[in-house]
């Protein structure tokens, strides 16, 4: 036979000869049933069966007819548990929660344990290696002054130490990282960074905000696939928490997106994330555009406006009243975040900024002013994230431009015991002011803020109501003036993220045309019939994301 006529023989089959594999099945669904379901924050929960198709719903009502309409359909039997939209954290870092597995876990523990612990580590640790650790807090500790360097030498005379503060606004570090990094008296405070000294002017071993980059810059990079296994390690506990997404608020650089897009086009992500870029990164994305892939999106900005409360780096106007002259630092200056915000917006891009101070708040407030005002976008829904001490008045702006106030409920249980003393009584008024932004019209957004609080939404959930730390103090609640209704804290993890992710339309409602996002508990933790306690008792059933189950109790990732 003539290569020609071989080759008309083949032209001639049907394209299907061709086909390596076999067409992929129909969905024939999924029928989700058993559960009592609130189909939304402001509905009254219902027993009902739930048809998924394609990772949407398509039916929400008898059993009967979800079966009839889909006679194929695989069965999950829910087994009276309880059904809500799929829960989401506004405001999280991933990697950051995945890398405390290989970190000292520093949470909830003394100074003296931390220190025991870095000399355990020290022990085993291999040539060039670097001790690191997450999340002391002084204000636990009996002695709620700054950790120093001298704190370290014992366990640790030469192996480098950096042990990173719970709000990640400060470092605890050693004197061979300070040597390492070439830290001296010499150093002078960057802009937006402070150098913690002796009256001599020697660094005591704390460094704020962005003074910490002169030792992180010394720090190994982890290995690509070291920081792969971070967000992996990071995502499931999301998942099994029962997140169904996350706002990533770290403002990943290049590589950081370019992980999380080879794991989401290789269907490995098991939640959704919606991420932001970092202001290195923004030229970068502009170029690119906003984009999705698969569960991932990426339009938003990411800015920090100023420091954290707890290491007394929040911008104020006034003095802090536990440290007369300091006021806080301007990690990036404001004429900066009005530059940056204008930018990405006419790029299309959603802008978030960290802001906790009053004078963050409200140079903030300036700066979306001039930037909407200059760029005049139809829908851009800004962000403040944190937006945690406010001034008066300045909740009446949140709303009067549309910014959308991204808050943690843990962090005010959290910091309670200490807030009076760094802002005194009056400023305390506008601190973790929930009620008081909801009464001004303001959309809110929920989150945690993890690995700086724990990534269970259910405690976000307690917190919002109670004002509460798990420990039931104080008693009555902190400033219960500003606490959310069960059926608004619901909203705060559902419809709400969905609003300040542009998918309000797709996601934070149970109804025919949203995503297939649920998250199954085995109590109901929203009617207020149920004890505040049980809340904290509650069980993770299952995770739901797009009609895939990602999280089941019992079973192994």
């Not at 027993?47 to 999950?76: H, Y």
């Not at 100074?111 to 580590?121: G, L, P």
């Not at 059926?487 to 709400?496: G, I, N, Q, S, W």
Request: with cysteine.
């Amino acid at each position: 036979m003539s290569r020609k006529t071989l080759l008309a023989l083949l032209l001639a089959l049907p394209a299907c000869a061709f086909a390596a594999d076999p067409a992929p099945a129909p969905d024939a669904g999924t029928v989700f049933s058993g559960a009592t379901v609130y189909t939304a924050w402001d509905q009254a929960p219902r027993k009902v069966s739930i048809l998924v198709k394609g990772g949407k719903i398509v039916f929400v009502g008898d059993e009967a007819e979800a079966r009839a309409a889909a006679p194929a359909a695989k069965s999950v039997d829910l087994a009276g548990a309880v059904l809500t939209p799929g829960l989401v954290d506004a405001h999280g870092h991933l990697r950051g929660l995945g890398a405390l597995r290989r970190m000292i876990d520093c949470r909830g523990i003394s100074k003296e344990e931390i220190v025991r612990r870095v000399k355990a580590e020290v022990a085993s640790a291999a040539p060039g290696a670097w001790i690191r650790g997450r999340a002391w807090d002084q204000n636990r500790w009996s002695d709620t002054s700054f950790p120093t360097a001298a704190d370290l030498e014992t366990a640790a005379p030469k192996t480098p130490v950096v042990l990173q503060r719970v709000d990640g606004h400060a470092l605890w570090v050693n004197a061979a990282a300070l040597a390492a990094a070439g830290v001296t008296k010499a150093t002078p405070d960057p802009p937006g960074g402070r150098l913690e000294r002796l009256q001599d002017g020697t660094p005591t071993g704390v460094l704020v905000d962005n003074a910490m980059a002169l030792v992180v810059r010394a720090i190994p990079e982890p290995r690509p696939d070291e920081a792969r296994k971070d967000f992996v390690a990071g995502l499931e506990a999301c998942a099994k928490a029962g997140l169904t997404g996350v706002g990533e608020a770290s403002g990943s650089s290049s590589l950081d997106l370019a992980i999380l897009e080879k794991l989401a086009k290789d269907g490995k992500l098991p939640i959704r994330v919606y991420a932001t870029v970092g202001p290195k990164s923004l030229d970068a994305a502009l170029l690119r555009g906003p984009f999705s892939e698969g569960r991932l999106t990426v339009r938003a900005l990411k800015i920090v406006a100023d420091g954290a409360l707890g290491s007394r780096g929040a911008a104020l106007l006034a003095d802090y009243s536990d440290s007369a002259g300091n006021r806080g630092l301007d990690v990036t200056a404001p004429g900066e975040v009005e530059r940056l915000t204008e930018k990405a917006m006419r790029g299309g891009f959603q802008v978030w900024t960290h802001a906790i101070g009053d004078r963050a708040n409200r140079t903030t407030l300036d700066a979306y002013a001039k930037a909407l005002d200059a760029v005049k976008p139809s829908d851009s829904r800004p962000r403040i994230e944190h937006a945690q001490i406010l001034a008066p008045g300045d909740a009446e702006r949140f709303a009067k431009l549309s910014v959308i106030a991204s808050m943690q409920p843990t962090h005010a249980t959290s910091d309670w015991p200490w807030v009076e003393a760094r802002i005194g009584k009056e400023r305390e008024k506008g601190s973790y002011a929930w009620r008081t932004l909801l009464k001004n019209g303001v959309r809110l957004a929920g989150g945690s803020d993890f690995p700086v609080e724990s990534e269970e939404p259910l405690l976000g959930i307690f917190a919002a109501v109670t004002r509460q730390e798990t420990t039931g103090k104080p008693p009555g609640g902190w400033r219960m003036e500003e606490a959310l209704t069960r059926p608004e804290a619901l909203r705060l993890f559902t419809v709400d993220n969905a609003y300040a992710e542009f998918a309000e339309k797709r996601r934070g409602r149970v109804a025919p045309g949203f995503d297939a996002d649920f998250t199954v508990l085995d109590r109901d933790v929203v009617a207020v019939a149920t004890p505040a306690g049980e809340i904290l008792k509650t069980k993770v059933v299952m995770t739901v994301v797009g009609g895939e189950i990602v999280y089941r109790a019992g079973e192994r990732p």
